[in-house]
C-alpha cells in the first residue's frame, strides 16, 4: 500500500464541505429595520427634506444597543465630537434619516458601546468626515468629477 492508496481510503474534511454546512441565513436586528419618527418636512436651500428631532437620534443610538441621551448628544456637538447641524431651529437641533443612520452605524463600526468613551475612538473624525459628504449629497451641492 502506497501514500495515494492511503489518501484515497483517508476522508480529508475540505473547506467546501465546511461551506456547504455553514449556516448563512441573515437575521434582521431592530437596528436593521429602524425608521426614524416625527418627521418634519422642510425647505432648505431651495431643497425639501425630512427632518427628526434631537430625540430621534437618540433614540436610535438606544435601539442599537449604545443608548446616548438627547444632553450627551448636544454636549458631542458643542465640543466637537459631532458636527454642528445645518437644520437648528431655535434652539432645536434637527437631523436627515441619512445622517442619522450614518452617526449610529459609524458609533458601531468604531465599536462605542455602552460604557466607551468616544473620545478614545476615532468616531469623531469620521463623523466628520461622512456627515459633510452626505449634506452635500442631500442638498445637491455635490459634484462628481469630470472623467
Not at 28 to 39: H, L, M, N, S
Not at 63 to 89: C, H, M, N, Y
Not at 118 to 144: D, G, P
Request: glycine share 4%; charged share 25%.
Amino acid at each position: 500500500m502506497n501514500s495515494l492508496d492511503i489518501a484515497s481510503i483517508t476522508s480529508i474534511p475540505s473547506a467546501q464541505h465546511d461551506f456547504d454546512q455553514a449556516d448563512l441565513t441573515f437575521s434582521a436586528t431592530e437596528w436593521d429595520t429602524y425608521r426614524p419618527e416625527q418627521g418634519k418636512p422642510i425647505s432648505y436651500k431651495e431643497q425639501h427634506l425630512i427632518v427628526y428631532p434631537l430625540k430621534e437620534l437618540s433614540r436610535a443610538f438606544s435601539v442599537a444597543g449604545i443608548p446616548r441621551s438627547q444632553q450627551q448628544l448636544i454636549k458631542w456637538e458643542t465640543d466637537g465630537v459631532l458636527p454642528p447641524t445645518p437644520f437648528t431651529f431655535g434652539r432645536k437641533r434637527f437631523y436627515t434619516e441619512n445622517q442619522i443612520r450614518t452617526i449610529v452605524d459609524i458609533a458601531l463600526e468604531c465599536g462605542l458601546r455602552p460604557r466607551t468613551h468616544v473620545k478614545k475612538t476615532n468616531f469623531s473624525e469620521l463623523a466628520h468626515h461622512e456627515l459633510s459628504y452626505i449634506l452635500k449629497l442631500e442638498l445637491n451641492a455635490y459634484e462628481a468629477p469630470v472623467v
